[in-house]
């Protein structure tokens, strides 16, 4: 009889979700993790303690900038590093405990250490091999670099070395404008950090909608962050106590370089598969890396499984969670399933960007029939009562059936917001149909109800 019914290797969000499911679909389980604590990257270094020193700089600029505007007279508070440092290592133990507590309450066996896979049915930890009838891979990824560039995690950092700098940086260079680099810098800026943030594309957050791109780098430039884009970065040579990036614009111009005192290479992550055997085994992984799973999620080896971000798709922690969940229905015999079409996407700077389905481009580019409904927040009482105006509601919708297709926010509690649509989605909803849902006054929500009555004869507060 073999020891486990399922061994999950990753206590991410994708591995620590798809442990509990399957213990309360009764299953026999264990987690493999080489941390001292549960959680992987998102809640050690990732979602939760970006989100920490998210929130914390965001009060010191509500501070600076709006409290005396409501009246709220006196010193703004300054900044002790060390002390935002311990709050945001207090929010990371709160969490990553709390997982611990999960795990006990559901009897899953945590095996300390990293694992390797050295058959099918056996997962090997230390120098003990445990047998299972199923294997779930949730390694996750790590940060990616560019080719030549090192990273030392005190000059040139990654994410991980960007949560805990020793001081903060009077300049910062960040390689990268997607979702990673943006937070991070939008951190730092409101710290007191001078942010260059050099990208190869012409715009920033690949992939999303135009509107939003294009709105979003206006308001962050207004906030004082700095863009060069359509440069390829080259080097980064560290010179005495500085960090020398050397560029070239893409439409052929001579080499240029800027000098900071950190530069974070924010160019996105790959799958993290070192050390789990997957060559030996024979196990099938694309050119990325990634591993080649099917509709069930299971790999070409029978009763091998993988999820998050060590497979295809986008790296998103409830991505995988949903697959998590997913797998410990299939391995129980029932049905799981993830709808790929309808998972959100959050940038938690501020304003925050949020966005769910098609863009625009998508369905241009698919030649599809559909109309635009957008509302600005600056005719939104409650965000103008907040200073929080900046940004809009986009909500596409099919020209013929009025299904909701995609919506794409910038503003306040974007990602909070973006979820009406979600479900609206999963259910198959029409833009009228969100239209004709009494939201509560005042509030945010009101904008996406808006958006929606602007897919129709348009809304009534622009």
């Not at 207004?222 to 080097?235: N, S």
């Not at 149909?433 to 109800?449: G, I, M, N």
Request: net charge negative; glycine share 12%; charged share 20%.
């Amino acid at each position: 009889m073999a020891d486990y019914d399922v061994i999950i290797i990753g206590s991410g969000p994708g591995g620590y979700v798809c442990a509990i499911r399957c213990a309360q679909l009764g299953l026999r389980t264990a987690c493999v993790e080489g941390r001292d604590a549960l959680g992987g990257t998102c809640l050690n270094v990732g979602c939760i303690p970006s989100k920490a020193l998210l929130h914390a700089s965001h009060m010191l600029h509500e501070a600076r900038e709006n409290f005396s505007k409501m009246g709220l007279i006196g010193d703004a508070p300054s900044v002790n590093w060390n002390a935002m440092q311990s709050y945001k290592n207090d929010t990371i133990g709160q969490n990553t405990k709390g997982i611990e507590f999960l795990f006990k309450k559901n009897k899953i066996d945590w095996l300390k250490g990293w694992a390797s896979i050295p058959a099918k049915g056996q997962v090997r930890v230390g120098e003990e091999t445990h047998t299972t009838k199923n294997i779930v891979v949730a390694s996750g990824s790590e940060p990616s670099t560019l080719p030549g560039i090192d990273i030392d995690e005190r000059k040139v950092i990654s994410s991980t070395g960007a949560l805990a700098l020793d001081t903060i940086p009077e300049n910062l260079v960040i390689v990268g404008a997607g979702v990673i680099g943006l937070e991070l810098g939008s951190v730092y800026h409101r710290l007191g950090s001078a942010v260059t943030v050099i990208e190869y594309l012409n715009n920033i957050t690949p992939g999303m909608d135009g509107d939003i791109q294009k709105a979003f780098r206006k308001i962050l430039e207004r906030q004082g962050l700095t863009f060069i884009m359509g440069a390829a970065v080259q080097t980064a040579d560290i010179v005495g106590n500085d960090v020398r990036v050397t560029y070239a614009l893409r439409s052929g111009d001579e080499p240029e370089s800027v000098a900071a005192d950190n530069v974070l290479i924010a160019t996105g992550r790959r799958p993290y598969t070192d050390g789990l055997g997957l060559t030996e085994l024979n196990l099938e992984q694309d050119s990325q890396g990634r591993i080649n799973v099917d509709d069930h999620w299971q790999t070409n080896i029978d009763g091998i499984y993988a999820i998050g971000d060590c497979i295809n798709g986008p790296m998103l922690a409830h991505k995988a969670e949903d697959e998590g969940m997913a797998v410990a229905e299939h391995v129980a015999g029932k049905h799981g399933h993830v709808n790929y079409n309808v998972i959100p996407s959050v940038i938690y700077t501020h304003p925050e960007v949020a966005s769910v389905g098609l863009t625009e481009e998508n369905l241009k580019e698919h030649e599809r029939s559909y109309k635009v409904g957008k509302f600005h927040f600056m005719g939104n009482g409650r965000a103008k009562a907040n200073f929080a105006a900046d940004g809009f509601v986009k909500l596409l919708a099919d020209t013929e059936t009025d299904r909701i297709l995609g919506c794409h926010i910038i503003g306040p509690s974007a990602g909070d917001l973006i979820h009406e649509v979600c479900v609206a989605m999963e259910f198959g909803a029409s833009a009228e149909d969100l239209a004709l849902t009494c939201h509560a006054h005042p509030t945010y929500s009101e904008a996406v109800r808006e958006a929606a009555f602007a897919c129709g004869d348009g809304a009534i507060h622009s």
